[in-house]
T-cell receptor, first 112, second 113 residues
């Protein structure tokens, strides 16, 4: 089945810096992907759904890059602020019933 | 904002006790998932449904866990005999199906003492 590796497990940046998180996946047939944000004590908030047809996806304050050749999905938070402090997870649906395989998460801390 | 409703938010059970949690999926979402998130942030898929039918489930779910999504009632996940290793955040999610977004509830945090 699909395997997803996410790096780094922890990331600490200063306010205004960029934060870069990467996931690699194994199934070359995967064609859409999710990024979720989880604040402490809260549920998973969907940040973005990305299709494999689009390599660059712009969100509010972040960019998602997809490199199909390397099977790599990246989340770049530009100009991070303390409110971005949370755990971030990539998730890849399987080709059958859309069961999600999650990365192990990145805990991001943005300090003022 | 997700409209998946999970109850209770917190659940404390003794070892060997039953633990039951409920989920109301977002209206119009026939596909429901249950995941377990442990203290290391690792997710484990448990089971998913389309309407009332089970689509996939893991072995663990077949043995001590039971789940259902009856029509016109909340979905539920029940652990028949709780073990310490079951302490985790249980997340319910729903989806319209197909290649669409999956939305999560706030979860039920189970502590088995």
């Amino acid at each position: 089945g699909e395997q997803v590796e996410q790096r780094p497990p922890h990331l600490s940046v200063r306010e205004g810096d960029s934060a870069f998180i990467t996931c690699t996946y194994t199934d070359p047939n995967s064609y859409y992907f999710f990024w979720y944000k989880q604040e402490p004590g809260a549920s998973l908030q969907l940040l973005m759904k990305v299709f494999s047809s689009t390599e660059i996806n712009e969100g509010q304050g972040f960019t998602v890059l997809l490199n199909k050749k390397d099977k790599r999905l990246s989340l770049n938070l530009t100009a991070a602020h303390p409110g971005d402090s949370a755990a971030y997870f990539c998730a890849v649906p399987d080709s059958g019933y859309n069961k999600l395989t999650f990365g192990k998460g990145t805990v991001l801390l943005v300090s003022p | 904002n997700s409209k998946v409703i999970q109850t209770p938010r917190y659940l404390v059970k003794g070892q060997g006790q039953k633990a039951k949690m409920r989920c109301i999926p977002e209206k119009g979402h026939p596909v429901v998932f249950w995941y377990q998130q442990n203290k290391n942030n690792e997710f484990k898929f448990l089971i998913n449904f389309q309407n009332q039918e089970v689509l996939q489930q893991i072995d663990m779910t077949e043995k001590r866990f039971s789940a259902e999504c009856p029509s016109n009632s909340p979905c539920s996940l029940e652990i028949q005999s709780s073990e310490a290793g079951d302490s985790a955040l249980y997340l319910c999610a729903s989806s319209p199906g197909g290649n669409t977004e999956v939305f999560f509830g706030k979860g039920t945090r189970l502590t088995v003492v």
